[in-house]
């Protein structure tokens, strides 16, 4: 007899059960001794065809109910809570369990995987359980030498003994607090992945510091900014910046005057890729306009933050939906442009100018990467457009913005 | 001899800045440093106050209060609570738990002196406010 036909008597007893039927009622209404559904129950009798289907039409369901081995994940989790709990003598078979009592069997399934989950937090967890023993250990620290320099300064009369000990005790918690102190550090310190973001914040950093000098290389430009050209996304990004001025050279910019406020224009007339021009207007020194430059994956994440001054990119919060580098990921191909006035009035006022490109990975079944770039320029005139803006819906006093997703915090 | 204090609490600086202020003011302040032996100590000793400190070694000082409260001897002495740990569900855990009042870390040490004068149903103290 197969492993699923096996659990079929179990379930046709456990049904029965359910439904309150004796053993020699259920036989009786299909038709077969009682002592022959007792096999059937205790699976030395298979089972199928017209008596099954009889059989689940007495007890009211469908012949499904009575064939179904179970999900197998319920048994397994069956099992697993059977050996957590070390049970020398478990009940009954989980197989028998299963099948006797689905509706349970999968409670107790699910109980176990949530078991098995808080396990799993409670490992991850473990190094901040131990975090907070060293927290509660520097707040000691600052307690005794509170207390102890408080009494040294407000005490009157104080013997010389005594302010001996309380020196010595401010002396003694404060190499404690220092050494607790760095082993926290060495603990939460950088991680590898925060020495990477490190690394792209240097560059960042160098490329808001204004714009990259024309006849200065540009790796040597970032480097004397700060810049960790050992890193090499940092060296990528230099690269791409030379690379920008090869096919735009500098001479070409100084002739584009007005025509700053459309780069899109300039891309046509000059037969070049948008996002090249965007990203050449935003780090050379031949325009005046403070300028800079944010590149956005596909998920909205900003993978350079480079803005002029007063464009501010939240730390935490999500940015504000205005402005165009998101218009720009939702359509690829599509020029955005937008001029921004953020908190500040007129010198906090942006042309912004963004392109998203597509690029395949790999082959067919690689993702195709998106990228957007937003130059974003600063813009005083009243030329255009203005729309009110912020780098957050917290801080901006635009009620009327169809974009809105918190209110204002005054 | 004035009136007795008993401070559980492990920190051997913070034992010693307390017991001075205490002292200073003219309460007798005897010390605990184990959660375990804890209760016996306060059983044994007869405090007015108990100042007990959360993070004890052997027992926690919520398990301490716990005991002290289901004692006959002791479920009415005052007990402040001290700890490092402000969050609310731990000062609702030990009010709930029958502490008198909490304080956390750092504290002033004006303010330890204030409150556990108002424990013991005290006034100023009656020479000059020191700290």
């Known amino acids: 007899?197969?492993?699923?036909?096996?659990?079929?008597?179990?379930?046709?007893?456990?049904?029965?059960?359910?439904?309150?039927?004796?053993?020699?009622?259920?036989?009786?209404?299909?038709?077969?001794?009682?002592?022959?559904?007792?096999?059937?129950?205790?699976?030395?009798?298979?089972?199928?065809?017209?008596?099954?289907?009889?059989?689940?039409?007495?007890?009211?369901?469908?012949?499904?109910?009575?064939?179904?081995?179970?999900?197998?994940?319920?048994?397994?989790?069956?099992?697993?809570?059977?050996?957590?709990?070390?049970?020398?003598?478990?009940?009954?078979?989980?197989?028998?369990?299963?099948?006797?009592?689905?509706?349970?069997?999968?409670?107790?399934?699910?109980?176990?995987e949530r078991c098995e989950a808080l396990e799993q937090q409670k490992e991850v967890s473990g190094q901040d359980g131990a975090t907070e023993e060293e927290l509660y250990d520097l707040i000691s620290a600052v307690t005794s030498i509170r207390s102890s320099a408080s009494i040294l300064v407000e005490a009157d009369g104080i013997d010389k003994e005594w302010q001996r000990r309380f020196a010595g005790n401010i002396h003694s918690e404060s190499?404690?607090?220092?050494?607790?102190?760095?082993?926290?550090?060495?603990?939460?310190?950088?991680?590898?992945?925060?020495?990477?973001?490190?690394?792209?914040?240097?560059?960042?950093?160098?490329?808001?510091?204004?714009?990259?000098?024309?006849?200065?290389?540009?790796?040597?430009?970032?480097?004397?900014?700060?810049?960790?050209?050992?890193?090499?996304?940092?060296?990528?990004?230099?690269?791409?910046?030379?690379?920008?001025?090869?096919?735009?050279?500098a001479p070409w910019l100084d002739n584009i005057g007005a025509e700053i406020r459309d780069p899109f224009n300039l891309a046509v007339r000059a037969g070049l890729p948008p996002d090249l021009i965007l990203r050449r207007l935003a780090f050379t020194d031949r325009h005046a306009r403070p300028s800079g430059l944010i590149i956005a994956d596909r998920s909205g994440a900003f993978s350079l933050s480079a803005p002029p001054p007063l464009f501010l990119i939240p730390a935490r919060s999500p940015p504000c939906a205005l402005w165009p580098v998101f218009d720009a990921l939702g359509a690829p191909g599509v020029p955005a442009s937008r001029k921004l006035e953020f908190p500040g009035g007129a010198s906090a006022r942006f042309a912004c100018h963004a392109f998203a490109t597509r690029q395949p990975s790999g082959g067919a079944d690689a993702p195709v990467l998106t990228e957007a770039t937003m130059l974003i320029m600063g813009d005083a005139t009243d030329v255009g457009d203005v729309t009110r803006a912020a780098p957050t819906c917290a801080a901006c006093s635009n009620q009327k913005c169809p974009a809105r997703r918190e209110p204002q915090r005054r | 001899m004035g009136r007795r204090v008993l401070l559980i609490e492990d920190e051997p600086n913070i034992i010693e800045a307390i017991s001075f202020l205490l002292s200073r003011d003219g309460f007798t302040v005897h010390t605990h440093s184990d959660g375990e032996t804890a209760v016996d100590k306060a059983l044994s000793h007869h405090p007015e106050l108990i100042i007990l400190d959360v993070m004890l070694p052997g027992r926690s000082g919520f398990d301490v209060l716990r005991d002290l409260r289901a004692s006959s001897e002791t479920p009415d002495i005052p007990v402040m609570m001290l700890t490092a740990r402000g969050q609310a569900a731990d000062r609702d855990l030990a009010l709930r738990l029958g502490a008198t009042h909490f304080m956390t870390k750092p504290f002033a040490n004006s303010e330890m002196r204030e409150t556990v004068r108002d424990l013991m149903g005290e006034g100023e103290p009656k020479d000059e406010d020191v700290a």
């Open chain 1, 1 to 112: 007899m197969s492993s699923a036909a096996k659990g079929h008597g179990r379930r046709i007893r456990a049904a029965r059960l359910a439904a309150g039927q004796s053993q020699s009622g259920l036989a009786k209404a299909v038709d077969i001794s009682p002592s022959y559904l007792n096999l059937i129950e205790h699976d030395r009798r298979a089972v199928g065809g017209r008596l099954l289907t009889n059989l689940a039409r007495a007890l009211s369901l469908p012949v499904g109910e009575l064939t179904d081995p179970g999900d197998p994940r319920h048994l397994a989790a069956l099992k697993s809570a059977m050996d957590y709990l070390a049970l020398p003598h478990p009940p009954e078979r989980p197989e028998d369990f299963l099948a006797s009592s689905p509706g349970w069997a999968r409670i107790v399934a699910g109980l176990m």
């Open chain 1, 175 to 249: 190499l404690r607090l220092e050494e607790q102190g760095q082993g926290l550090i060495e603990r939460l310190g950088p991680s590898a992945r925060e020495a990477e973001d490190s690394a792209r914040r240097r560059l960042e950093i160098a490329l808001q510091m204004g714009p990259l000098p024309e006849d200065e290389p540009v790796a040597l430009a970032l480097e004397s900014r700060g810049a960790d050209l050992s890193d090499p996304a940092t060296r990528a990004w230099a690269a791409r910046i030379h690379s920008d001025r090869e096919q735009v050279p």
